[in-house]
């Protein structure tokens, strides 16, 4: 098995050993042998986050594809056990027919629902950690099965303690808490609020506020669309920079007066600024790249693109071509999103 068959950017070169497992018994015996054996694994769902060395994974690939979601109800809120395959984006649909609130801005994400904590999925201005009650893991260090809350992981902007410790847990379920509402959840991001015709942190019908989300993202070529090669990514391949206040003076003196750069303050002195802005304004444009292989998006620059013939080793190329420029312009580092297997991410030097 290629794993380019397995990933949406269409890219990764063969796996030792693949394996799917559709039951959590599966996986968890899928998981024991291999760590029996002392190979190396590779845990994957939709494929939507990962960018896979062409030379592949020399090791057992596992795609988790267990199904099933049980619910309880308790007064206002509703309690949903997801299995960890389980497909993302319908489940948001699902939830939004149902009038459950919580997770209608994440419509359209791809991917499954046990990968959503491993990088905290988040857009429109609402994240899954606000949401997940718990999450149910198989500790490969200790091969116990437990329950992590929501303190034990970690969430933090696009990144949990599943990411910074990698491989360690392998999620079976996720539980969410959503509360019944015919509104959705207040509304914080200033361009849904504008779709909408809302002020910001008010709130919007729950079907109208998930259509408005994924128009917004059709626009950007962020709904997987096999006819559009602008959705054959990673979604954004860049996180938005978090500087801390030094960090962003710096940039705004390095700026040509009255450029101001979007802002989002932390609420601890750190800003996030946009890397699309940084992207943009150090001289890269949509579409930049190869047209038949791999390109910035022609609807996003945040996005990295294979658009038919594109191999990992020209991707991570372009991705290190953009961070330098930006690093040179601004002397920000740009950090990568999805999870790189296969190869490391080396920060742009200062002394470049
Ligand atoms: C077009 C497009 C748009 C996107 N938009 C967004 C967005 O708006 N916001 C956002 O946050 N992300 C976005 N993404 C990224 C991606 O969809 C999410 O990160 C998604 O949660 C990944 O799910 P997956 O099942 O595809 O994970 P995979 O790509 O299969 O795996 C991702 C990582 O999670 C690990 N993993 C997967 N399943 C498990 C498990 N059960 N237990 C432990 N580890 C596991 C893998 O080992 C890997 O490290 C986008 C991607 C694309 C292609």
Not at 210 to 235: I, Q, Y
Request: hydrophobic share 40%; net charge negative.
């Amino acid at each position: 098995m290629r794993l380019s068959e397995l990933t949406t950017l269409r890219l990764g070169g063969p796996a030792g050993r693949y394996v799917e497992a559709s039951c959590e018994e599966e996986v968890v015996e899928a998981v024991r042998a291999a760590d029996a054996a002392g190979e190396p694994l590779l845990l994957l769902s939709g494929g939507s986050n990962l960018v896979v060395a062409d030379a592949g994974f020399p090791g057992t690939v596992l795609r988790i594809a267990t199904r099933g979601v049980t619910r309880e109800a308790a007064g206002a809120s509703v309690t949903l056990e997801v299995a960890a395959g389980e497909p993302w984006d319908p489940l948001v649909a699902a939830c939004v027919a149902d009038g459950l609130a919580g997770v209608e801005c994440l419509a359209g994400i791809p991917g499954s629902v046990g990968a959503t904590p491993i990088q905290n999925v988040g857009a429109y201005g609402q994240e899954v950690a606000e949401t997940i009650a718990a999450v149910r893991v198989l500790d490969r260090g200790t091969g116990a099965v437990e329950e992590l809350g929501p303190q034990d992981c970690g969430f933090t902007y696009r990144s949990s303690a599943f990411k910074r410790e990698p491989g360690r847990w392998v999620v079976l379920t996720v539980r969410l808490q959503l509360q019944r509402s015919r509104l959705s959840s207040p509304v914080r991001y200033a361009e849904l609020a504008r779709a909408l015709g809302v002020e910001l942190g008010s709130r919007a019908p729950l079907a109208e506020a998930r259509e408005a989300v994924l128009a917004l993202r059709r626009g950007k070529g962020m709904v997987l669309d096999d006819a559009d090669p602008d959705t054959r990514s990673a979604g954004s391949f860049f996180t938005n920079p978090i500087l801390d206040r030094d960090g962003y003076a710096a940039l705004r003196q390095r700026l040509r007066s009255g450029l101001e750069p979007p802002s989002w303050p932390e609420g601890d002195g750190r800003v996030k600024t946009s890397a699309a802005w940084l992207i943009e304004r150090a001289g890269f444009h949509r579409g930049d790249g190869d047209p038949d292989g791999i390109a910035i998006s022609t609807k996003h620059t945040l996005a990295l693109t294979n658009r038919g013939h594109g191999t990992t080793t020209q991707l991570l190329a372009l991705a290190h071509e953009i961070a330098g420029g930006v690093h040179d312009a601004f002397g920000v580092d740009l950090m990568p999103e999805p999870v790189l297997v296969g190869h490391a991410w080396e920060p742009v030097s200062p002394s470049r």
